[in-house]
């Protein structure tokens, strides 16, 4: 078998794939990409049992067909040390033995037989589900709540973002028990009910992939897995098991306290006020009465404390509550508009943060667990 292919081309859809390899695999041979090659086109694999990642590249100069499992590690390493220029692979069917020619020189590498890697999962064609989502809705939708996800042993559900979807709206759900984000887009719709648990990894590969896409993505799921067909990737992954919990019924819908921000100042300032919070809890206290809001934070153990005052709208009851510094920032991150509203009922209750001003495809919500203020 013989190819020409362009180093850096290469060295871009190996680089973009490498990441679903595990360092900690059981299996050695998943430690290699898997080249298929056949008439026109290069493909390849790579896979950690779990999600597996396949790209193809359109080539000219081919011979012969075939596959073998070339070391991934190192074709990425001398792949990065190559200018741009056409590199010609011969690989031999019987050996595995692979040798790259460049320009000036020559290099050997030992492959492995391709009928050890392990065989990719198929779609159950019957119970399967099938719609084409915009990359953008599926960007924006695991951006916004990949940072809210888990990572409980213990409830493997609570680890991914749930995906919901229906003829009026998808959404993309996460939480961890202490914050919860909901982003629904409704300009994007299916013309069935259904959903699933998307774990974080493939999550955070789409998240790579997707920004330089450029047309719809094909989704297809039956109960085990999940397809995703890009322009010159496709992931296959295995959704995590188990039921949702029903996240609908956390949200407060009664919260007559409410107060619009600049988010970049409200940021900034509990920022600058959590260094001076104890390590071990990262409280600070929000105490909001006639448009001011007093962010404070202290730390009894070293005697240090501090208070910063910030001008606001508000509407409703004076309010003292408490919130994990880091978690409020987190949240505060990952809303784009200039204000933001903070919506609350008591400072036992959650506290909703959201965009001030919506999108009208897009509707953002997020919840954060208040902390106990010891007076």
Known sequence: MKFVV???ELLSHLSAISKVISSKSTMPILDNFLFQL?????????SDLESTLI???ELDNIEGEGAVAVPAKLITDTLKEFPEQPLTFQIDGDSYHVEIFSDNGKFSIMGQNAEDFPEQPALDEEGASSIDVSHVVLQKGIEKTLFATADDELRPVMNGIYVELTPDFVSFVASDAHKLV???RLDAKAEFESSFILPKKPAS???????KEEFDVKLEFDDKNAFFTLSNYKLI???VEGNYPSYNSVIPTNNPNKMIIDRLNFFN????VSVFSNQASNLVKLNITDNQLVVSAQD???SISAVERINCEYEGEEIEIGFKSTFLQEILTNISTGDVKVEMSDPTRAGLLLPAENDEDEDMLMLLMPMMINV
């Open 269 to 272: 300032t509990v920022k600058r």
């Open 6 to 8: 362009s180093s850096t």
């Open 182 to 184: 909901r982003y629904r």
């Open 300 to 302: 009894i153990d070293f």
């Open 55 to 57: 790209t193809s590249l």
């Open 237 to 239: 992954c295995r959704l």
């Open 205 to 211: 590969l789409l998240k790579n992939l997707l920004p």
């Open 38 to 46: 056949s008439e026109t086109e290069l493909t390849i694999t790579a």
